[in-house]
């Protein structure tokens, strides 16, 4: 009977829309042959459903689990509720047809413990912390947690109405802040008898964090299925996984406990030398970045540290490194909450000791200026997501990617799959939206290129915009190519257009906190219904606002896409491109400097249109897009129409598109 199932057994739905049984067949075929899947097809295509449909008969007749990595909260509870669809329809099956599944969050976000939330920590300290806490039996919230867990036979057990049905990571908040348990041990204690898995990219792509996190699901990779929802994210998460970086903060910390536990001169003496150093290079270095030669480097800090070679400094290192475990295994002796900062310093120097004469890492001082402040840092700079990405490839049983906007040939070969052991299968499905529901244009007469931006440039721009504020019933939202530039339409007037429309003006700000941003944007939607005329958020490109969040209905009725959004040229932009040409077949530029530009402005070009229902305006304001238009998505390329510079133009196009709303 298990051999019989196939997808048609867990689609919860009445019928299929366009193209869906097709692609869930494709999808299905190629993992059970262990393909590296990409699927690329719009919102509102399915996407979900037709990975869960295709995947879980696998699951079923080969004891696998689906590990399905998100990239954010809201995400990952949008995978919960397609799973919970599909376990009532199991149900309604028969009586012991259930799917389970959990959404689950890092250590920071899932825990109840005041002393570790107070300390604000990244990642690696939280860990730590925790562990410190655990040992020394001051977390309430675990110790509950333990004796709950001896008491049952099955963790589930604990509340089996909720743990054994798919369940969000903030609902397994809520119960356990009731019943004063711990979350996050929770979830992991969990996760061995759950068969569908949601989390962060980081618990099967971070080597530090991955082999842990298979200890706690009970699987090998190897009987996992991977799927990576908008996976287009993933080519910069790896290379920032593979990163690294010092900071004076760090260094103070570390020569602090160096100090306080009588370390040997010749550490603190280390740590002095590069306390000075980056305090030089902050109150001397004039371009933000400074790529940097790192065997020189080295060599001229352990000559200073009288060390004869290469090989005397590791020595050091790693005496370093020892030096913070023992300070470390003191401090929980002592009941105290210990950070291991020292072994982060040993672990960034062995880090660049081992990479330094690699052409895929650059190496570099970086400024960053925030509310006035100027800090400094020294950098390790991963340049190839395959280091990261192809091992997984390699050892997960299948692996399926999904994507509205990825380019599948840039993403095949940045994140390795003509590298990985296994077959590919790409998918690239057809628009399910009506050509009469989106209207895109690209406008002649804007060019935002650096050497271009004038007030009349931006007179030009803002003229084209009222157009599109006049002509559209609703919400509006303006994705910028930078900071730079929503600064300039602020300044040039764009604030007394909006207002002379009947709407309101929200500007997305550099800095703002999660919160912060949340009720801006709850603000900017709530403007869409009467008794309101409908607002415009003016935004960036790249930003969370053009690439996290949907804006469905008239919560955003059209979208300008103002200037082409090139990262600004550096350093490491240069060093990516140089390093992709040689990798790649001369195809830095495309790949490091064309492709992630327009991979942000296909981001925010989609917002508008999120259900097959939705109604949309595309605006292309740089006249570079004509160049480029190909490497536009393919459900936006088509309907492409390009625009003379010709005033009142645009009004007329969208008034008329506007006037035929169903």
């Known amino acids: 009977m298990v051999d019989k199932i196939n997808y048609l057994d867990f689609f919860p739905y009445e019928q299929f829309r366009q193209e869906q049984e097709k692609i869930t067949q494709l999808v299905e075929l190629a993992s059970k042959e262990k393909k590296i899947t990409l699927l690329v097809a719009p919102n509102g295509t399915g996407k979900t459903v037709i990975a869960l449909c295709a995947l879980l008969p696998l699951v079923v007749k080969n004891d696998l689990k689906i590990l399905y990595m998100c990239r954010t909260h809201s995400q990952n509870t949008r995978i919960i509720k397609e799973l919970r669809k599909i376990s009532n329809f199991l149900e309604n099956s028969g009586p012991n047809s ?11 976000e899932m825990c109840l ?13 939280s860990m730590a912390v925790c562990f410190d806490l655990r040992t020394n039996n001051n977390c309430s919230h675990f110790t509950n947690l333990l004796k709950k867990r001896d008491q049952t036979e099955k963790v589930t057990s604990l509340a089996p109405e909720l743990l054994n049905q798919p369940i969000d990571a903030g609902d397994l908040l809520n119960f356990c802040s009731e019943n004063k348990l711990c979350p996050y041990y ?14 962060n990219y980081q618990w099967i792509f971070n080597p530090h964090i991955r082999e842990n996190f298979l200890n706690f699901i ?209 998918i690239i499905a057809d628009s399910p939206f009506k050509k009469e529901h989106i209207k895109a244009l690209i406008t002649e007469g804007v060019d935002t290129r650096r050497a271009n931006r004038n007030p009349l440039m931006y007179y030009k721009m803002l003229t084209k915009i009222e157009e599109v504020i006049e002509s559209t019933p609703a919400n509006i939202g303006i994705f910028c190519a930078s900071y730079k530039i929503v600064d300039a339409l602020l300044q ?34 709530s403007h869409a219904k009467k008794p309101y005329n409908g607002a415009v958020l003016l935004g960036v490109c790249g930003g969370r606002n053009s690439e996290g969040e949907d804006y469905p209905g008239d919560t ?107």
């Open 98 to 108: 259930r799917l389970n599944g959990l959404s689950i969050r890092g250590r920071n």
């Open 556 to 662: 955003m009725n059209s979208v300008i896409i103002a200037g082409f959004p090139y990262h600004l040229p550096s350093p490491r932009v240069d060093a990516k491109i140089a390093y992709y040409d040689e990798v790649f077949n001369k195809q830095g530029w495309n790949f490091a400097y064309l492709y992630p530009a327009i991979q942000r402005a296909n981001q925010a070009s989609g917002r508008p249109i999120r259900k097959l229902k939705d109604k949309g305006c595309i605006i292309f304001l740089d006249n570079r897009f004509k160049q480029k238009y190909k490497w536009i998505s393919g459900w936006i390329r088509n309907e492409i129409e390009f625009i003379p510079d010709k005033e009142g133009i645009i009004n007329k196009i969208l008034t008329s598109f506007w006037q035929k709303r169903e």
């Open 113 to 125: 413990n005041k002393t570790l939330l107070s300390l604000k920590l990244d990642p690696k300290e």
């Open 186 to 199: 929770l979830s992991k204690y969990l996760l061995e008898e759950i068969k569908v898995i949601i989390c």
């Open 218 to 426: 009970g699987k090998e990779v190897e009987n996992c299925i991977v799927v990576i929802d908008e996976c287009h994210n993933l080519i910069d998460v790896a290379t920032e996984l593979n990163s690294d970086k010092i900071t004076p903060y760090l260094l103070r910390l570390c020569l602090r406990d160096l100090e306080m536990y009588r370390s040997p001169q010749e550490m603190q003496s280390f740590v002095r030398m590069l306390m000075s150093n980056l305090e030089r290079v902050k109150n001397s270095q004039k371009q933000t970045e400074k790529g940097i030669d790192p065997v020189k480097l080295i060599t001229k800090v352990f000559t200073k540290l009288g060390k004869s070679d290469l090989q005397e400094f590791k020595n050091l290192v790693r005496d370093l490194q020892e030096f913070g475990i023992s300070i470390h295994r003191e401090k929980v002796d002592n009941g105290e909450i210990a950070r291991d900062y020292i072994g982060s310093l040993a672990e960034f120097f062995l880090k660049w000791i081992k990479v330094s004469t690699l052409n895929n890492y650059f190496f570099s001082y970086n400024l960053h200026e925030r509310k006035g402040k100027i800090s400094v840092s020294l950098d390790i700079i991963a340049l190839d997501p395959r280091e990261i990405t192809v091992p997984v490839l390699n050892e997960c049983y299948t692996c399926v990617n999904l994507s509205g906007t990825a380019n599948p040939y840039v993403y095949a070969n940045l994140i390795g799959i003509k590298n990985s052991s296994k077959a590919y299968k790409g």
């Open 492 to 525: 040039h007037g764009i604030e007394p257009i909006v207002r002379k429309h009947g709407k309101q003006l929200f500007v997305e700000e550099s800095g703002l906190s999660a919160s912060e941003n949340a009720l801006l944007v709850d603000d900017f939607k």
